[in-house]
């Protein structure tokens, strides 16, 4: 990643921060071809593909839910690469894989020790409320517990393609509705 990529990302993530939607908008469409590579190159080791899409969407909610944590002081890479790794690990934990990441390769990304917790932030609630019943469901038990595709499916009596194509509908709604929200 070039240096002036990391300049710019944290330049309008800190833009959007302060509540600039047009500068978060334009932070998430330059991180997400970031992700998808690293997430494909990732999932394409563990022979993992058809779970790459997923893990990208689980990435940038996270993003998006925990966006209050990052230092402004510090380089926002480090702390996107945190929270991609640990939605890979848990991806592939799903998938039923050990996965092990040695703590110096995490150690200076680490948060504080009075970190934010998305779950608890009022904002999540009301972009929840914002979703029919059935995709607040999808999307509070693969990107909140950490179910599977196939776990949530069955839970539902949903195919697993439809859990999918409503977990995208839904991500993609929230973005929507948050990005309203801002402006």
């Known amino acids: 990643m070039t240096e002036s990529l990391e300049d710019n990302w944290s330049v309008l993530l800190a ?3 302060a509540g600039d939607a047009n500068a978060y908008r334009k932070f998430l469409e330059s ?3 970031y992700l998808r590579g690293l997430v494909r190159f990732r999932c394409n080791q563990v022979g993992a593909m058809d779970d790459a899409e997923d893990v990208v969407q689980e990435i940038l909610l996270a993003i998006h839910l925990k966006r209050g944590t990052w230092d402004a002081k510090r380089p926002v890479s480090p702390w996107i690469s ?3 790794r640990n939605k ?3 991806s592939m934990r799903r ?3 050990r996965v092990e990441v040695p703590l110096d390769d995490v150690v ?3 948060p504080a020790e009075d970190s934010f917790d998305p779950t608890l ?4 609630e009301v972009l929840l409320r914002q979703l029919s019943s059935a995709q607040r469901n999808i999307v509070e038990l693969i990107s909140l517990e950490g179910a599977t595709v196939r776990d949530t499916a069955q839970q539902l009596g949903m195919s697993e393609g439809a859990v999918r194509v409503a977990l995208h509908r839904a991500l993609k709604m929230l973005a929507d509705v948050y990005q309203r929200g801002l402006k």
Do not use: C
């Open 31 to 33: 991180v997400t071809p």
């Open 95 to 97: 998938r039923g894989r």
């Open 82 to 84: 945190v929270i991609a």
């Open 88 to 90: 890979l690990i848990d």
């Open 121 to 124: 932030s009022p904002s999540l």
């Open 108 to 110: 200076e990304s680490l």
């Open 15 to 17: 833009q959007g921060n």
